[in-house]
């Protein structure tokens, strides 16, 4: 079936630095999604990305999706402790499940 | 929008114990997943279903459990006799029509089995 994979498993940052997590799909897919769960709670839909090659900002936070649209960044610049918590990447499998990734949990250091 | 309400928010049983998961999704969406999420394993989705009718459940780890969605408001999921390694925290999530809407979480169940 399809793998998501995610990777690093863990990142600690000083606060300010930059952060980013990679994401490799096993397969094409149609599109990727990014979640975020701060500690304790549940993961929160961030963006979608479609297109072959699509970058996408919010605010501090960059997201680009692969040309062969098999694989995926997030990319924070200057990081915030507000910043903490796991990122995941999903990706549909069989229409309509998704499947995420193991995460990136980021911990940042003020 | 009240958002996907999940019950209980924590649940503490014994081995062989019957445990009984709640999900309301949002309304109108007619999508409804149920994942578990472990150190160990991740998010891994168990089930999910549309319109009410179960679609998928190849992801159930085993004839212990058991789902069910009796109108397009309630959703349950059932372990029935639970055991230590059942312990984890249940999300259950919704969403709309169309392949790319996105998941919608409830807070989540946080089960210990001792």
């Known amino acids: 079936g399809q793998q998501v994979m995610q990777i690093p498993q863990y990142q600690h940052v000083q606060e300010g630095e930059d952060f980013t997590t990679y994401c490799n799909s096993s397969t094409t897919l149609s599109n990727i999604q990014w979640y975020k769960q701060r500690p304790g709670g549940h993961p929160v839909f961030l963006i979608q990305l479609v297109k072959s090659g699509e970058v996408k900002k919010q605010k501090r936070l960059t997201f680009q999706f692969g040309e062969a649209k098999k694989n995926s960044s997030l990319h924070i610049t200057a990081t915030q402790t507000t910043d903490v918590g796991t990122y995941f990447c999903a990706g549909p499998y069989a229409g309509n499940m998704l499947t995420f990734g193991g995460g990136t949990r980021l911990m940042v250091k003020p | 929008d009240a958002g996907v309400i999940q019950s209980p928010r924590h649940e503490v049983t014994e081995m062989g114990q019957e445990v009984t998961l709640r999900c309301k999704p949002i309304s109108g969406h007619d999508y409804l997943f149920w994942y578990r999420q472990t150190m160990m394993r991740g998010l891994e989705l168990l089930i999910y279903?549309?319109?009410?009718?179960?679609?998928?459940d190849s992801g159930m780890p085993e004839d212990r459990f058991s789902a069910k969605m009796p109108n397009a408001s309630f959703s349950t999921l059932k372990i029935q006799p639970s055991e230590p390694r059942d312990s984890a925290v249940y999300f259950c999530a919704s969403r709309g029509t169309g392949v790319n809407s996105p998941l919608h979480f409830g807070n989540g169940t946080r089960l210990t089995v001792t």
């Open positions: 279903f549309n319109n009410n009718v179960p679609i998928d």
